[in-house]
């Protein structure tokens, strides 16, 4: 009798081990196969992970059938699916669940192209030469394909009736950006180049190389030389980036470079167009797999070179279970592939750059800016201004830079951490905050005197006298970047201003309009989140204004500094990228602090020499590992019971340096509570977490979730 071990998909149910089923003959079931079962009266969802010919347990039930033949996982992908049981620290189901392909849906399509499994039924010599045709060839149109071979449009019809032509509709973004090719690189773009083709004798062997290259020293580039050798010797290429509408200047580079070979990974695509683009990931139909953090799990069979592009970005950290890292996934198929990884950052993660300083990682280097006409950075101390009476958002060095850029016909760009009007709303009189009922957390104005949470959604409208007090004393405090838009719409009222931030652009189309606009110089002046601080490449635009430095460096994470440091490097690398020269002006009330002055420099390995000292000496990571476990409840004393269960339980395998209220204590009514574990992080210590996970008693109403390295602690 053929047995199979089956991982039931957790939103089935919330089961730890595989269950065993028997199979009947003629059913074709194989691990990576996703099947229906029964489970109790239910029929579940389930990922067959192994076959055996007998089973402990008796009176099996049968397996009802085959979900999906053509969307099963690899065994690659199973054993990665063990791998992260422990270092994610998640159940396999979990694991198994972010890399399944989404359940196909209809719609209507444009472009046809091959099936990802062309099976050996009969075919017409018509409908042969148009199989032969479409192999290995680009999507085409119903009338293209049939144009090109002078067929009429009827064996064109049949093929697609039986499902061997596959509709695709995808955004060809090279069409938009009109983009110069480059012809030459440059000394130390070849270095590289041939840096990692020598080192991993032409991507035969793994090795793991850190690009630190500033930005505007043309990473990308690099990343297509290489991957265009790696096609070349027949295998596949991955490149990951933080996200896709901020990396559309990036995609219409490779698609340009590789036409539609490639396949684009990300949340915000239609199920279809992930299904079909995952099946042709797993025939080899594509060669260059673009996708933001889940598209490491994209099921390529013969793995050539992985590419985290923003390699220090907390996107590619998941932050619900499975709490994976897109860095230690993409290391780990690196090594079963033999593939060579590259991590490219102009601000490297301390994590990455500890390694590189040892043997673990090469560190490679682009030093210098492609054009090179010089960025000034400028620092405005906001204490200064305030005093001499200047209480308007902008310094006066801003203004004047603001002035100059726009009337010479370029173009600003703005950063300001912060969505909205204001960040809260206060009574003057007696101190009452306007709060989200559902979270314990300051609510947002937003226009038309809407008040809205972050963290929800919850949205009300804002009281005309304080529920408190009942005084007409509530008021704004701070400023948010739809209120920094209105205020340099009224100083500059001949210039077009551009907002950019969730709250303003909600789809991915629309944030690539908006910034293809800004391209275009439709507008002056772009204000944004720091959302926008990565990535895009505006020749135009020569003057960056970073409103509120301080932003980043208050919250309460040991990577505050780290992360104020990353961003500011990032937000002024986008100015003076062309060959007019830019200039950078840092507002802050801190001017002193380290990560400004070194990001007033830019000396990257000096900031990273004296962080990494201060973390060594606090017993931080990368010196050590953190797992952070979160526990949440709909009562408080749910909670209070099961915090005591993990309570003890952790405490026996690690130093617990944290143990007490979230900091953020309430989230859609969920109470929180947070432990903070310190250990060495190996092998075996994350074993032992994974087992107090396992062996902790579920609840009803009680969530337990833990998170290994983690890079958000609110
Ligand atoms: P980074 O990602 O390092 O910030 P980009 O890859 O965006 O930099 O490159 C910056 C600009 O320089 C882009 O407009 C790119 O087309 C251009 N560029 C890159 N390499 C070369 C080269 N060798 N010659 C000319 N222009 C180049
Ligand atoms: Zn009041
Ligand atoms: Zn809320």
């Not at 719409?489 to 969730?502: G, N, Q, S």
Request: proline fraction near 5%.
């Amino acid at each position: 009798m053929k047995i199979v071990q089956v991982a039931i998909l957790p939103r089935h149910a919330d089961i730890e081990q595989t269950l065993d089923y028997y199979v009947h003959d003629g059913l074709d079931v194989r691990p990576g196969y996703r099947v229906s079962v029964p489970l109790g009266r239910r029929a579940v969802e389930g990922i067959v992970v192994s076959t055996d010919s007998h089973s402990s347990f008796a009176n099996l039930k049968p397996v009802r059938s085959i979900v999906d033949s053509r969307a099963e996982l690899t065994p690659e992908l199973i054993e990665l699916a063990h791998w992260l049981t422990k270092s994610a620290c998640c159940a396999l189901s979990t694991a198994l669940s972010v890399m399944l392909p989404p359940p196909g849906s209809g719609q209507l399509p444009t472009l046809w192209q091959l099936t990802a499994y062309p099976s050996d039924h009969p075919l017409s010599e018509k409908q042969q030469l148009i199989i032969d045709f479409m192999n290995n060839r680009a999507p085409m149109t119903k009338t293209e394909i049939a144009k090109s071979l002078g067929l009429s449009l009827s064996p064109v019809e049949t093929l697609i009736k039986k499902k061997f032509l596959v509709p695709v509709r995808e955004p060809a973004l090279e069409q938009n950006w009109n983009l110069d090719p480059v012809d030459q690189l440059t000394k130390e773009q070849i270095h590289c180049v041939n840096t990692i083709c020598q080192e991993t004798d032409s991507f035969s062997c793994q090795k793991t190389f850190l690009l630190h290259g500033v930005t505007g020293s043309g990473k990308t580039e690099v990343y297509i030389r290489l991957a265009k050798k790696v096609v070349a010797s027949g295998r596949q290429v991955m490149i990951l980036v933080p996200e896709i509408a901020l990396t559309t200047q990036l995609v219409a580079r490779f698609q340009t470079a590789f036409g539609r070979r490639v396949a684009i990974l990300h949340s915000g695509l239609a199920n279809n167009l992930r299904v079909m683009y995952w099946k042709q990931i797993r025939s080899g139909i594509v060669q260059i797999v673009i996708g933001t953090r889940s598209a490491v799990f994209a099921p390529v069979g013969n793995l050539g070179l992985v590419v985290l592009d923003e390699e220090h970005e907390t996107a590619y950290k998941q932050e619900e279970t499975p709490c994976y890292h897109a860095r230690d996934v993409a290391l780990w198929r690196a090594a079963r592939h033999k593939a060579a990884v590259l991590l490219g950052s102009a601000t490297p993660s301390l994590e990455s750059w500890k390694k590189a300083g040892s043997t673990e990682y090469t560190l490679l280097q682009l030093q210098r800016r492609i054009f090179t006409p010089g960025v000034e950075t400028a620092l405005a101390d906001m204490r200064r201004e305030l005093a001499s009476g200047n209480r308007s958002m902008f310094s006066r060095v801003l203004i004047d830079n603001l002035e100059q850029t726009l009337s010479r016909g370029e173009q600003a760009i703005l950063f300001l951490n912060r969505r909205g009007l204001a960040p809260t709303v206060l009574c003057r009189k007696c101190g009452f905050r306007c709060t989200c009922p559902r979270c314990s957390l300051s609510m947002t104005l937003h226009q038309a005197k809407i008040l809205s949470c972050h963290y929800c959604g919850h949205s009300s409208r804002l009281p005309d006298a304080c529920p408190e007090c009942g005084s007409n004393m509530l008021r704004q405090l701070g400023v948010g970047t739809q209120k920094l838009a209105d205020e340099l719409a009224r100083l500059f009222p001949c210039h077009k201003v551009l907002r950019m931030d969730r709250d303003s652009v909600g789809t991915i189309a629309a944030r690539e309009s908006v910034l293809l606009d800004f391209y275009n110089q439709k507008a002056g002046i772009l204000v944004g989140t720091q959302m926008i601080a990565k990535g895009l490449d505006f020749p135009n635009v020569t003057c960056v204004g970073i409103v509120l430095a301080d932003l980043s460096l208050s919250v309460a994470d040991f990577r505050a500094a780290e992360r104020t440091f990353q961003l500011l490097v990032q937000a002024g690398g986008r100015s003076g990228r062309g060959l007019k020269p830019g200039k950078v002006v840092i507002q802050t009330y801190q001017p002193e602090h380290y990560s400004i002055q070194f990001a007033l420099t830019g000396n990257f390995s000096e900031f990273a020499q004296r962080e990494l000292k201060l973390r060594a000496n606090a017993g931080m990571p990368p010196y050590t590992a953190l797992t952070r476990v979160v526990v949440s409840a709909l009562s408080q004393s749910e909670l209070t019971g099961q915090v005591r269960v993990v309570n003890e339980a952790l405490g026996a395998v690690g130093e617990l340096i944290y143990s007490g209220v979230a900091p953020i204590e309430k989230i859609k009514d969920w109470w929180r509570w947070q432990f903070v574990l310190r250990h060495p992080g190996d092998g075996q210590t994350l074993a032992a977490i994974d087992d107090v996970r396992k062996n902790i008693p579920r609840q009803q109403n009680v969530r337990v979730v833990f998170d290994n390295n983690p890079y958000n602690l609110l």
